[in-house]
């Protein structure tokens, strides 16, 4: 089964950037729909954005769109998310998995943005 492992958090502050990778294990990634989700205390899960197998087709959640580009390499089978002009609201621990999600989940990223 793939195991995901993410990536590349940090404390930046409001305005700067951050770019995440998601590494999962197994041949079998090229062939899912990926996309990153996000999550702070007491709240459910978010979706942020996906990307189709073949990287061809992408979509976001309206707060992140014009902001953040997600990317893939099936090669190296890698996913990332570059994050620019970050919100302190961007503040949450970001993970990837399937779109819809269906791998077990990784230990997630940290991303904290200062005001």
């Known amino acids: 089964q793939v195991q995901l492992a993410e990536s590349g958090g940090g404390l930046v502050q409001a305005g700067g950037s951050l770019r995440l990778s998601c590494a999962a294990s197994?041949?079998?990634?090229?062939?899912?729909?990926m996309g990153w989700f996000r999550q702070t205390p007491g709240k459910e899960r978010e979706f942020v954005a996906s990307i189709s197998w073949q990287g061809t087709v992408t979509t976001y959640t309206d707060s992140v769109k014009g902001r953040f580009t997600i990317s893939r390499n099936n090669a190296k089978n890698t996913m990332y998310l570059q994050m620019n002009s970050l919100k302190p609201e961007d503040t949450a621990v970001y993970y990837c998995?399937?779109?819809?999600?269906?791998?077990?989940w990784g230990q997630g990223t940290q991303v904290t943005v200062s005001s």
């Open positions: 197994g041949r079998t990634f090229r062939a899912y729909a």
């Open positions: 998995n399937k779109n819809p999600p269906g791998l077990p």
